[in-house]
């Protein structure tokens, strides 16, 4: 920091160079120099000195050339602190001129040199001049031709000679390279890689080793993994008199001896295995998979440039176990190497390809997975679609920053517009989310809420389609989908993550599929099985209803014992899957009037059914409606008020638990309260309860233990746990509820004015995303602290969306609670982010 802003380094001299200051190829070829490969000379500017190019202060490139000798040509090449940050392409053959060419010509050849000035005139005018690169477009068939073109072409636009003084090119090129980084596209872009407001760009300036002229010269780049699928492999092209990266447009040959055709390992074996040697060298030094870009040179291998390969996330999951069970890294930093967000990446579904696809349009595939959904065409829309616990797929002309909090809520993203790094594109990687970008043949009319495709079909807001985002194909309807395949590499994390993790995770499972994946994903246990779930089947449905109409407790108690061996078997499919992990059921939670009916139509087919006078059905409709019924009788007020359904219920998870231990399996149920907020609703319910449980082991005369908990969702619950806890063994926060009730808002309304709300800051997020750990974590606090104070042994753990959230987990784990329940799809983000909490 203490350098003059207009300071640079050879590589060769001086101290160690840091990423934070000169970036990470700066950074890397000092490394290799120091491994001695043989690297050209390199000069590195750090981000200080390139940000005062960008404002002008550019250093004196005549004395920088004069240290590449008398004919120096030079390339330039960005150098970021995180090669993901993107940043000006390379600018290469920096001084050439006319009298360097004619010099050039005598001992390359004319056809090279034409070649080189011809390149440098064309990178110069498009990326120095910013000229149009249409006019610079050349057939390389004739070299001689071709550079009398763009430099005529050069005069003509610029109304001057090409420029000829090499320090009076070079600064230009470092000015463009500079104001490039600072350019309001490139920041918006790297910003959404996740890149602070300031991040800095280094520059590398390299003598030019030319990869043409006599004896075998050429270029290449090779690295020595598959970067899709992480698996080691050598992969790569060269190509005989190239420079650049020519290679991989084509026209090269391969690098290890094929059957298809000529390679490197033939044309010039000794430079081939120093190269594989160079590999395996890098991947123990550096600790990396790296891609390197070399030179031979009249049969002398050179260096240019090693950067770390870029990869999918499964392809850095199995490099990172690879390189921690070759010894190269210990299995903490393999762990630490990969975000836990980025494995939501590995958990894609795909469109299964066997089953006949109605394809309607076809897109850019911008970020893998599949994903059916209802159309949408705003965020907001999208905010509300999820708040009704529905999923949409956001269709839009193009994303904007204003859209990312709608592509949270969707399931799948598509655009009309964009490319492979627009906003959509590079946010949905990023979210993990299925997408399709510059679907251009499809025309939408946003206020007429509709999209017309090519064939003229016409969709309309909640029509559903499905987004394959690894093949870029829209859907008709509900495609179906694959669930994941998992590598061994992602389970061998998931088991280390697991073993590190001192926070353990359970998952949010009400079917017999989400208890199969939770396991999958090493859930150790359930820690929320919402019941009512189970109710909404239709031949339940028509049951659930007769019990809410019935007139008498007998006649509730029938429609109650007929629903009771469903829910028992049920539960016996989840504790069988779960094999004696623990598995949490809530008992009955949402006010019943959502069971019925709402339209004249439906009432009219259930007086029909349950063979009741219509008027009968609309009284009792009306009776059950609330104005508020989120704050209604719902959760533990039903349980007081229509006991039964608890009984049923508590009866149907012993007798399961029963049934399942006798065959050999030992069950220990967790049952949960919803809804508490006074310590007397918890009394009440537990007498009840453990009524039944005597009543079932009587009559079984198996010894069943099972477990009662209570969920912590109203305010009232948190502030009073002391009291609660003593008649408990578990917590368990319910943070959606909680939320909702903190703030004194509605979970399911709060998405038509969430996003206003955010982006007048008054929230810095959506508390239903992001937990509030100032308000709504002062409540997690405060119960937690009450509980142990009365009942130190009591567990405590949290099952609200928030469970899943890398950041909600270090709160939670801070508090002390023992676990975090999640969707099945986020347990192993959650068991990597316990992991590196814990490292
Ligand atoms: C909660 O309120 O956080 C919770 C887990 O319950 P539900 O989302 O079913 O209301
Ligand atoms: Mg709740």
Same mark, same amino acid.
């Given at each position: 920091?203490?350098?003059?802003?207009?300071?640079?380094?050879?590589?060769?001299?001086?101290?160690?160079?840091?990423?934070?200051?000169?970036?990470?190829?700066?950074?890397?070829?000092?490394?290799?120099?120091?491994?001695?490969?043989?690297?050209?000379?390199?000069?590195?500017?750090?981000?200080?000195?390139?940000?005062?190019?960008?404002?002008?202060?550019?250093?004196?490139?005549?004395?920088?050339?004069?240290?590449?000798?008398?004919?120096?040509?030079?390339?330039?090449?960005?150098?970021?602190?995180?090669?993901?940050?993107?940043?000006?392409?390379?600018?290469?053959?920096?001084?050439?001129?006319?009298?360097?060419?004619?010099?050039?010509?005598?001992?390359?050849?004319?056809?090279?040199?034409?070649?080189?000035?011809?390149?440098?005139?064309?990178?110069?005018?498009?990326?120095?001049?910013?000229?149009?690169?249409?006019?610079?477009?050349?057939?390389?068939?004739?070299?001689?031709?071709?550079?009398?073109?763009?430099?005529?072409?050069?005069?003509?636009?610029?109304?001057?000679?090409?420029?000829?003084?090499?320090?009076?090119?070079?600064?230009?090129?470092?000015?463009?390279?500079?104001?490039?980084?600072?350019?309001?596209?490139?920041?918006?872009?790297?910003?959404?890689?996740?890149?602070?407001?300031?991040?800095?760009?280094?520059?590398?300036?390299?003598?030019?080793?030319?990869?043409?002229?006599?004896?075998?010269?050429?270029?290449?780049?090779?690295?020595?993994?598959?970067?899709?699928?992480?698996?080691?492999?050598?992969?790569?092209?060269?190509?005989?008199?190239?420079?650049?990266?020519?290679?991989?447009?084509?026209?090269?040959?391969?690098?290890?001896?094929?059957?298809?055709?000529?390679?490197?390992?033939?044309?010039?074996?000794?430079?081939?295995?120093?190269?594989?040697?160079?590999?395996?060298?890098?991947?123990?030094?550096?600790?990396?998979?790296?891609?390197?870009?070399?030179?031979?040179?009249?049969?002398?291998?050179?260096?240019?440039?090693?950067?770390?390969?870029?990869?999918?996330?499964?392809?850095?999951?199995?490099?990172?176990?690879?390189?921690?069970?070759?010894?190269?890294?210990?299995?903490?930093?393999?762990?630490?190497?990969?975000?836990?967000?980025?494995?939501?990446?590995?958990?894609?579904?795909?469109?299964?390809?066997?089953?006949?696809?109605?394809?309607?349009?076809?897109?850019?595939?911008?970020?893998?997975?599949?994903?059916?959904?209802?159309?949408?065409?705003?965020?907001?829309?999208?905010?509300?679609?999820?708040?009704?616990?529905?999923?949409?797929?956001?269709?839009?002309?193009?994303?904007?920053?204003?859209?990312?909090?709608?592509?949270?809520?969707?399931?799948?993203?598509?655009?009309?517009?964009?490319?492979?790094?627009?906003?959509?594109?590079?946010?949905?990687?990023?979210?993990?989310?299925?997408?399709?970008?510059?679907?251009?043949?499809?025309?939408?009319?946003?206020?007429?809420?509709?999209?017309?495709?090519?064939?003229?079909?016409?969709?309309?807001?909640?029509?559903?389609?499905?987004?394959?985002?690894?093949?870029?194909?829209?859907?008709?309807?509900?495609?179906?989908?694959?669930?994941?395949?998992?590598?061994?590499?992602?389970?061998?994390?998931?088991?280390?993550?697991?073993?590190?993790?001192?926070?353990?995770?359970?998952?949010?499972?009400?079917?017999?599929?989400?208890?199969?994946?939770?396991?999958?994903?090493?859930?150790?246990?359930?820690?929320?099985?919402?019941?009512?779930?189970?109710?909404?089947?239709?031949?339940?449905?028509?049951?659930?209803?007769?019990?809410?109409?019935?007139?008498?407790?007998?006649?509730? =108690?029938? +429609? $109650? &014992?007929?629903? /009771?061996?469903?829910?028992?078997?049920?539960? @016996?499919? *989840?504790? !069988?899957?779960?094999?004696?992990?623990?598995?949490?059921?809530?008992?009955?939670?949402?006010?019943?009037?959502?069971?019925?009916?709402?339209?004249?139509?439906?009432?009219?087919?259930? =007086?029909? +059914? $349950? &063979?009741?006078? /219509?008027?009968?059905?609309?009284?009792?409709? @009306?009776? *059950?409606? !609330?104005?508020?019924?989120?704050?209604?009788?719902?959760?533990?007020?039903?349980?007081?008020?229509?006991?039964?359904?608890?009984?049923?219920?508590?009866?149907?998870?012993?007798?399961? =638990?029963?049934?399942?231990?006798?065959?050999?399996?030992?069950?220990?149920?967790?049952?949960?309260?919803?809804?508490?907020?006074?310590?007397?609703?918890?009394?009440?319910?537990?007498?009840?309860?453990?009524?039944?449980?005597?009543?079932?082991?009587?009559?079984?005369?198996?010894?069943?233990?099972?477990?009662?908990?209570?969920?912590?969702?109203?305010?009232?619950?948190?502030?009073?746990?002391?009291?609660?806890?003593?008649?408990?063994?578990?917590?368990?926060?319910?943070?959606?509820?909680?939320?909702?009730?903190?703030?004194?808002?509605?979970?399911?309304?709060?998405?038509?004015?969430?996003?206003?709300?955010?982006?007048?800051?008054?929230?810095?997020?959506?508390?239903?995303?992001?937990?509030?750990?100032?308000?709504?974590?002062?409540?997690?606090?405060?119960?937690?602290?009450?509980?142990?104070?009365?009942?130190?042994?009591?567990?405590?753990?949290?099952?609200?969306?928030?469970?899943?959230?890398?950041?909600?987990?270090?709160?939670?784990?801070?508090?002390?609670?023992?676990?975090?329940?999640?969707?099945?799809?986020?347990?192993?983000?959650?068991?990597?982010?316990?992991?590196?909490?814990?490292?």
């Amino acid at each position: 920091p203490d350098q003059p802003v207009t300071s640079y380094t050879l590589i060769t001299e001086g101290a160690p160079i840091a990423v934070n200051s000169h970036g990470g190829r700066a950074k890397c070829l000092q490394r290799l120099t120091r491994l001695n490969m043989p690297v050209p000379r390199t000069v590195a500017l750090s981000f200080d000195c390139v940000r005062g190019i960008a404002q002008g202060q550019v250093p004196d490139a005549k004395d920088m050339l004069a240290s590449f000798g008398d004919r120096p040509v030079v390339s330039v090449r960005p150098s970021s602190e995180d090669p993901d940050w993107g940043g000006p392409g390379a600018i290469l053959n920096i001084g050439m001129n006319a009298a360097r060419h004619k010099v050039m010509a005598e001992e390359l050849g004319q056809e090279a040199a034409d070649r080189l000035y011809t390149r440098f005139v064309q990178s110069y005018a498009v990326h120095v001049a910013r000229l149009d690169p249409d006019e610079f477009e050349v057939d390389d068939s004739d070299s001689a031709d071709a550079l009398k073109r763009v430099l005529e072409a050069y005069e003509f636009e610029c109304e001057e000679e090409f420029p000829q003084d090499p320090a009076h090119q070079l600064e230009e090129v470092l000015r463009s390279m500079a104001r490039a980084w600072e350019g309001t596209t490139a920041r918006l872009l790297r910003q959404a890689k996740g890149a602070p407001a300031d991040a800095g760009l280094g520059l590398v300036v390299q003598e030019m080793i030319f990869g043409l002229g006599s004896g075998e010269c050429g270029s290449g780049v090779i690295r020595f993994i598959n970067p899709q699928t992480g698996h080691r492999q050598i992969e790569g092209r060269y190509k005989r008199q190239s420079q650049g990266r020519d290679a991989l447009d084509g026209d090269a040959v391969f690098l290890q001896k094929d059957a298809r055709g000529t390679s490197m390992e033939e044309l010039c074996p000794k430079c081939y295995a120093t190269l594989t040697g160079y590999g395996a060298s890098l991947r123990e030094k550096l600790r990396e998979e790296m891609e390197v870009e070399f030179v031979v040179d009249n049969g002398e291998l050179r260096i240019l440039d090693a950067i770390r390969v870029q990869r999918t996330s499964p392809a850095a999951v199995r490099v990172a176990v690879d390189l921690a069970n070759d010894k190269i890294i210990p299995r903490e930093e393999a762990l630490l190497r990969i975000e836990p967000r980025a494995l939501t990446e590995l958990l894609h579904r795909q469109v299964n390809p066997d089953a006949p696809r109605d394809v309607l349009l076809k897109g850019i595939a911008a970020s893998p997975g599949a994903a059916t959904g209802k159309i949408v065409f705003s965020a907001t829309a999208a905010q509300a679609s999820q708040a009704r616990d529905e999923a949409c797929i956001l269709v839009r002309r193009e994303t904007a920053p204003e859209d990312i909090r709608g592509m949270h809520a969707a399931s799948a993203v598509l655009t009309e517009r964009g490319g492979m790094s627009s906003h959509a594109a590079v946010i949905a990687r990023g979210l993990g989310l299925p997408c399709i970008v510059g679907a251009s043949d499809l025309k939408l009319k946003r206020k007429e809420k509709r999209l017309i495709l090519p064939d003229g079909r016409e969709l309309g807001e909640g029509d559903l389609i499905t987004v394959d985002g690894s093949s870029g194909d829209v859907l008709d309807g509900a495609a179906e989908l694959l669930e994941p395949t998992l590598e061994d590499g992602f389970r061998t994390l998931l088991t280390w993550a697991e073993d590190v993790s001192d926070i353990k995770v359970r998952a949010n499972a009400d079917t017999p599929a989400d208890a199969e994946i939770a396991r999958r994903f090493r859930a150790r246990g359930i820690g929320l099985c919402r019941t009512e779930h189970m109710f909404f089947e239709h031949d339940r449905l028509t049951l659930m209803r007769e019990m809410i109409f019935a007139n008498s407790p007998d006649d509730r =108690a029938a +429609a $109650l &014992d007929r629903l /009771l061996p469903m829910q028992r078997a049920d539960f @016996k499919k *989840l504790f !069988e899957i779960m094999r004696g992990e623990r598995v949490c059921i809530r008992l009955f939670d949402p006010p019943l009037h959502e069971f019925l009916p709402h339209t004249r139509e439906g009432m009219r087919e259930l =007086a029909g +059914a $349950l &063979d009741l006078p /219509l008027s009968d059905v609309e009284r009792r409709v @009306k009776a *059950l409606s !609330e104005f508020n019924p989120m704050l209604g009788m719902r959760g533990v007020r039903l349980g007081i008020t229509v006991p039964e359904i608890y009984d049923m219920q508590a009866r149907a998870i012993f007798e399961a =638990a029963a049934e399942v231990s006798a065959e050999g399996q030992a069950i220990i149920p967790e049952v949960m309260i919803p809804l508490v907020s006074a310590m007397r609703e918890v009394e009440i319910v537990k007498a009840r309860i453990d009524l039944v449980a005597a009543q079932v082991r009587a009559a079984s005369g198996v010894e069943f233990d099972f477990r009662l908990g209570v969920m912590v969702e109203t305010p009232r619950a948190a502030l009073r746990a002391e009291e609660i806890a003593p008649h408990v063994s578990f917590l368990s926060f319910g943070t959606n509820d909680l939320t909702q009730m903190t703030y004194g808002l509605s979970r399911d309304d709060a998405g038509r004015f969430m996003s206003e709300y955010v982006r007048q800051e008054v929230y810095a997020e959506d508390p239903f995303h992001t937990l509030d750990t100032d308000g709504v974590g002062e409540l997690l606090e405060i119960g937690a602290e009450r509980a142990r104070r009365s009942q130190p042994d009591v567990t405590l753990s949290i099952c609200g969306e928030h469970g899943g959230n890398p950041e909600s987990i270090a709160f939670c784990r801070q508090a002390g609670f023992d676990y975090v329940s999640c969707s099945p799809f986020r347990v192993p983000v959650a068991w990597l982010a316990g992991a590196h909490l814990a490292l």
